[in-house]
């Protein structure tokens, strides 16, 4: 891994001599995976709004010293996640949205069957309760990442992770068979 | 099916195509001010070193005229150099964690070099109002046993005094009392700032950490 040092200066990649455009055009198409994880961990459009962006700044900043180094994704993850557990303070006062209806707005999209259905939206539920850790576990999980990756990602043993994960799961699970 | 295998190919399935950005609007996000902790850490903390070296600035000028009624005036300055280079150190030691802080480290560690950071400021802080609770000590006990300088210091400033005796303790006890306040009260204000910035933070270590070991 490169030297990648927290840069205050959000023009850094500018000095550096990156194309902006180009940046601009990777984050475009893959802007799904940052709305994907800013769905995760707010519960209001206003804070959706503010943590895109807050993430986006930070793809940014750090762009200039991922060049070359690993998968864009991955990159990505990292970048989104960190920013979410550890930058990211504010959750906006006021609430429009009644959270949870923002996280599974999407269901339409799933061909119609009213038990599966309804239980999406118990398991949805029940990961928009989780601590912010856990909800990053669980996010890598869906993406198909393995422990590997995971504990690397997070910083925490593969062992751990594995357990945790396994909780987690069986936790889901007993939402749908109370 | 499997409920976690249902769950896990209805995610792949999620798209937010409506709340997506082009890139002109994309480019816009990216030059919009931005607020996150390890900014507000570096605002905070720049204040701090700002504010208790303003006030050393704000003592009134014939302050120093007591240190030197007590002979303790070189003991001041050398103290003055000591604080200084001190200051010089926290400082350092502030820039340099600050600047190690990066998005791109694993998650823990990341807000392990948040946290150091902040401990630096911590530590700057603890430091300085030990060093008022220090100083109003020493300056106290030399005070009590030389009070003459303390009499005439006050009857200059704010004319004869008449009781002498009665004022002297009621003086003590006032500074006493004050400066217990006061230090309580920079301590209150400084777990407030921290605490409520720093809580989510706080809270996702402390539970990362566990998982790591």
């Known amino acids: 891994m490169q030297n990648a040092t927290y840069k205050c200066n959000k023009f850094y990649p500018i000095l550096k001599g990156i194309d902006e455009q180009e ?39 750090s762009y200039a010293n991922f060049r070359g180094d690993s998968k864009f994704t991955t990159w990505m993850y990292r970048v989104a996640l960190n920013t979410a557990l550890s930058l990211h303070r504010k959750e906006k ?36 309760e989780l601590s912010d850790i856990d909800k990053a576990l669980v996010f890598l999980y869906l993406e198909d990442k393995n422990y590997k990756e995971i504990s690397e990602m997070m910083g925490i043993s593969e062992v751990n992770a594995r357990v945790k994960m396994n909780r987690i799961k069986k936790k889901l699970k007993t939402v749908l068979n109370p | 099916m499997n409920p976690l295998e249902m769950l896990k190919k209805d995610w792949k399935t999620k798209n937010y195509e409506q709340d997506y950005l082009n890139s002109t609007q994309l480019g816009m996000l990216l030059h919009k001010r931005s ?37 303790i005036q070189n003991a001041m300055l050398a ?50 109002l030990s060093v008022i609770a220090l100083g ?14 303390l009499i005439s210091y006050l009857e200059k400033n704010s004319g004869k005094i008449n009781d002498p005796e009665k004022f002297i303790k009621m003086y003590f006890i006032a500074e006493l009392v004050i400066g217990v306040l006061m230090i309580l009260l920079l301590g209150l204000f400084y777990r407030l ?21």
């Open chain 1, 23 to 61: 940046f601009l055009k990777i984050l475009e198409a893959n802007q799904n995976l940052v709305h994907k994880v800013c769905s995760l961990y707010t519960s209001d459009r206003a804070s959706r709004q503010d943590l895109f962006q807050e993430i986006c700044v930070q793809l940014w900043k």
């Open chain 2, 35 to 71: 607020s996150n902790i390890v900014k507000w850490l570096f605002i905070i903390g720049i204040a701090e070193f700002a504010f208790w070296n303003l006030l050393r600035f704000l003592m009134p000028e014939d302050y120093l005229s007591i240190y030197e009624s007590l002979h």
């Open chain 2, 79 to 128: 103290f003055d150099i000591f604080n200084t280079l001190v200051l010089i150190f926290f400082l350092w030691m502030f820039y340099k964690n600050y600047r190690a802080i990066s998005v791109f480290d694993n998650t823990l560690m990341l807000m392990k070099k948040i946290l150091k950071t902040r401990r630096t400021i911590k530590i700057y802080v603890i430091y300085n």
């Open chain 1, 93 to 128: 006062k006021f609430k429009q949205n009644t959270g949870i209806d923002f996280f599974i707005e999407k269901l339409e999209a799933t061909p119609y069957d009213p038990t599966e259905a309804e239980q999406l939206k118990l398991l949805y539920k029940a990961i928009h």
């Open chain 2, 136 to 149: 109003l000590i020493v300056v106290n006990i030399f005070l009590y046993f030389d009070q003459t300088v």
């Open chain 2, 193 to 213: 700032i921290y605490g409520i910035l720093l809580k989510k933070l706080n809270q996702n270590y402390r539970e990362l950490k566990k998982l790591a070991s």
